[in-house]
Structures are given as C-alpha cells and as structure tokens.
C-alpha cells in the first residue's frame, strides 16, 4: 500500500506505481497513476484494480462517478457480527435515495482478494454494469 493506503493494480497483479499526489484529504483522494499501457475505450479484457483499506466511522461509503464507467464492482471485508451491507442509489439532484434491485452477495471464493481473510470475517461482492457520469452508489451497514 502506498502512503495513501491505496494499492492500484492492472489485469496481470502488476502494481502501477502512484506517479502524482494531487489531494490526500480523508474523504477526498486523487492521484495520478502510470499503466503499463492505456486502456483503450472499446479494448476488452483491460482493466484495473483500486484496493484501499479503511475504517468507515460513519457506517457508510459513497461513490460518485465523474465519468462513463463500464463495470464497477465492490468488495467489501468485514468483521462477522456487523450488519450485511446494503447498497441505494442516490439522485445527486434531488437526493432522493432509493435501495438497488441488485445487492451485494457473499463471496465464497477466498482467492478472489488475498486480505487474509479468517473464519471471523465475511467478504461481499457487488457488480454494476454501464454506470454513468453522475451516478452515485452508497453502501451501509450497522
């Protein structure tokens, strides 16, 4: 993880270093990092990885998208004991929150994210296909 807490890896586990820092605010990151080459708008098979870890005091996590994103999928480690999180879309103009037809599921593969997962913890998975620019996704739990 870099000084960030923020690891960003592309389709091969090849780490792609973090060339610029431009905010590291707690709420609010936003860098810059190399490929080893640029995934093309149509290219199929490309992707990148962002894995960061945090602990979210409020029991909540957003995500605004500035861009067209073809896929987007979320993975959340959590201690057993804590509510199975729930995942609502908000309307950023009128803020009306409305609860997703698709929610997370539980992932039983472990190789999926090497964390070091223990029989204490419970991993979920959620996948969003043809998000666009000003969407926002917010996952809760107890």
């Not at 431009?22 to 990092?33: A, R, S, V």
């Not at 005091?57 to 804590?82: A, M, Q, R």
Request: aromatic fraction near 12%; proline fraction near 4%; charge should be positive.
């Amino acid at each position: 993880m870099s000084d960030l807490g923020i690891k960003v890896y592309d389709e091969d586990s090849v780490i792609l270093p973090i060339s610029n820092v431009i905010i590291d605010k707690p709420y609010q990151k936003e860098f810059t990092t190399v490929f080893n080459r640029p995934i093309e708008k149509l290219e199929k098979g490309r992707f990148y990885i962002l894995e960061y870890q945090v602990e979210e005091k409020e029991k909540y996590f957003e995500n605004h998208f500035g861009v067209d994103c073809n896929k987007f999928v979320v993975t959340v480690d959590y201690p057993k004991g804590i509510s199975y999180p729930m995942v609502y879309e908000i309307d950023l103009e009128t803020e009306k929150v409305k609860k997703c037809k698709m929610q997370p599921s539980i992932v039983l593969n472990k190789k999926m994210i090497n964390t070091g997962i223990n029989s204490d913890r419970t991993q979920v998975r959620w996948v969003k296909k043809d998000i666009s620019r000003g969407q926002c996704f917010r996952f809760e739990w107890k």
